[in-house]
């Protein structure tokens, strides 16, 4: 992507990119996501994530997050399911360095969360873990249009499972990296695809994750988007398959007109104003 445009939102992706919201913004993610889960699993079949983030944004390029998943697992017949709210994230995010003509070095962030054991652990909707995760961002453009993305995390303490998918040893630490490739195709479609991976230092049910999507997102208008992907995986730690859906919201942005559709108003308004005067004369 150019130096002059904005950083686009990472969904559908899991490799996070470094841009924060603006001063003041409200911005708004939820996404739904189904997948079939990995026969090491058994009794567990299938999950639903519905997630919910609200991040804000604050002076010197700093953003605070909030997330927390609304999860169903389904079980084999005569194994009960699980309905609940799962583990609630809280983190901050910074936007260190931005990318310049003059320089090689590409946009840094960094993130840090805090992931508290709100879900039912006994039901495998929580981890029974306070998590803590350093998570490191780079973003490369290629061309004014295309874009790589590139993560490197370090989970201190806990585990990166949400429900039945993901790492879930319960000591030691997790190695966490993604890289996705992003491109748009004009002003509104952005389609890409990532490799995501994760692996712990210790023994464990579900040590080793890696998962691959391919999907993409597209714009609505100013301050609202819908997004798409597709998703698998292979070891335990990941979805067998699966697929996603979300959108994005900017308050208050998405509830202000474009500057093309102001000025089609106010051309509109000019030329009626200008009708009005041609009428009024003798």
Known sequence: MSMARPLLAQLPFYTDDPAVTAVGVLHFEFFNEYDGLQSSEFPDLRQNTANLKINFGLKHNLELDLDFPYLSIYRAAGTT????????????????HKASA????????????????????????????TDYWLNMIAQKPFTDKTRMNVNLGFLFAGNTSTGAIGIQTTRG??????????????????????????IADASGLGRT???????????????????????????????????????SMDFPSVFRRSDLSERAIESSRT??????SLRSLP
Do not use: C, M
Not at 185 to 194: A, H, S, V, Y
Not at 271 to 276: A, D, E, K, P
């Open 81 to 96: 399911s699980s309905t609940g709210f799962g583990d609630t994230d809280l983190g901050i995010k910074w936007n260190f």
């Open 102 to 129: 003059e320089s090689w070095v590409p946009t840094l962030g960094a993130s840090f969360y805090v992931e508290f054991p709100t879900g039912e652990e006994r039901n495998g909707l929580g981890s029974g873990l």
């Open 271 to 276: 030329n009626i104003l200008q009708s009005t």
């Open 173 to 198: 630490h997790v190695f966490t990296g993604g890289v996705s490739l992003l491109h748009d195709f004009n002003p509104r479609l952005t389609l890409g695809t990532e490799v995501y991976a994760g």
């Open 209 to 247: 994750q890696l998962q691959g999507l391919i999907g993409g997102e597209y714009q609505i208008r100013n301050g609202l988007s819908f997004t798409f992907g597709l998703l698998g995986g292979k070891y335990e730690a990941s979805p067998r398959i699966g697929a996603q859906i979300g959108f």
